[in-house]
């Protein structure tokens, strides 16, 4: 079993996983996961009514908090009792014709929240006149402001890479707390951001036809899964190590289950990822992924995985509080699987 070495020195933001139909088409594929013939358990609904859900972290508080793009908020949710309340409000919401974007990921420094926002202002939708994308602070409950325009960096910025996008601001997926700043994965101008808190951005990593996704980070090193592309879904989606002072190609720790979307560190230190799930070749290209076919997955050090969960309704972020792993779901539930790191699991 893959294990990290050492705590992080800072704290980690779930990754949202909403299905990239905007992006790129995959396919069905094989699974390279076992769970020794047993079948695994689903979980329970600790959340419901999301509207648009898709990253979630865990405060300073230990509640969990997730967006809803849909609306423009973000929700602290009790981890135990399941109740919800509106922690902050105000944020962009998607465009009700694209079906994506708005408020996408969610991280804290210290106990200030700091919300990534995408899809909202590109010139393709008449962004002009549209809020900015990028990472909004939350100073209130009522009160957001904008400290790094990353649509405006990206259009001034295009890709080095040869490949076709069409959203000069590129999709901003999901974001990670590192040196007093963040990291930021885009998954449609394929590459990672570093963003600072007084605005400034550079890119940290390109690549071509390579879809980053869910970012977990280590000390130096940070872990990135990618989304996998048409025709080899399965086999391109993976987990890689990404070194943070010489970012060259990553090293591959798993491969072998298309649509990861987030990876996080849970108990023990083991490294964990989420699959959301296949997609029917017959399917326009880049449709989202099938329901219910979404796994919860523990990396292993053989580079394949172990299931803990499957049948997910298109996950989209994996947080941990202990032993307790909580999964987001698009249709708006959070799932909680209890005992993470123990015996069934």
Request: net charge neutral; hydrophobic share 40%; glycine share 14%.
């Amino acid at each position: 079993m893959w294990k990290r070495v050492r705590p992080m020195s800072s704290v980690g933001s779930g990754a949202v996983g909403v299905a990239l139909w905007l992006l790129v088409g995959l396919g069905l594929a094989g699974p390279a996961w076992s769970n020794n013939g047993a079948a695994p358990p689903h979980g329970q609904v600790l959340a419901s009514g999301l509207q648009g859900a898709g990253g979630s972290t865990v405060g300073p508080d230990g509640a969990l908090y997730v967006v809803e793009g849909a609306i423009g908020q973000v929700t602290r949710i009790n981890p135990y009792s399941g109740r919800k309340r509106t922690f902050a409000k105000g944020l962009p919401p998607a465009l009700g014709f694209v079906g994506i974007g708005g408020a996408i990921d969610v991280a804290f420094i210290d106990r200030t929240a700091y919300v990534l926002v995408t899809l909202v202002g590109d010139p393709l939708f008449n962004g002009d006149s549209l809020p900015g994308d990028g990472v909004y602070r939350v100073n209130s409950r009522h009160d957001v402001e904008l400290i790094a325009d990353l649509g405006l960096y990206s259009a001034a910025n295009p890709p080095t890479e040869p490949f076709f996008y069409f959203l000069v601001h590129g999709v901003h997926y999901a974001m990670q707390r590192a040196d007093q700043g963040f990291l930021v994965a885009d998954g449609h101008l394929n590459r990672i951001l570093h963003v600072t808190l007084d605005g400034g951005i550079s890119v940290l990593k390109q690549y071509e036809n390579i879809v980053p996704t869910g970012l977990a980070g280590d000390v130096g090193t940070l872990y990135v899964g990618q989304l996998g592309a048409y025709p080899n879904p399965a086999e391109e989606g993976k987990v890689i190590a990404l070194g943070l002072l010489t970012p060259d190609a990553g090293r591959t720790i798993a491969a072998g289950v298309p649509m990861i979307v987030d990876v996080e560190f849970g108990p023990h230190g083991d490294l964990y990822a989420l699959s959301q799930g296949n997609v029917d070749l017959a399917a326009d290209p880049g449709a989202p992924a099938l329901p219910n076919t979404g796994r919860l997955l523990r990396v292993k050090r053989d580079g394949s995985y172990k299931v803990l969960a499957d049948r997910l309704d298109r996950p989209t972020s994996l947080s941990f509080i202990g032993h307790r792993a909580y999964v987001v779901t698009l249709p708006g539930d959070v799932l909680l699987f209890r005992r993470v790191g123990h015996g069934r699991y």
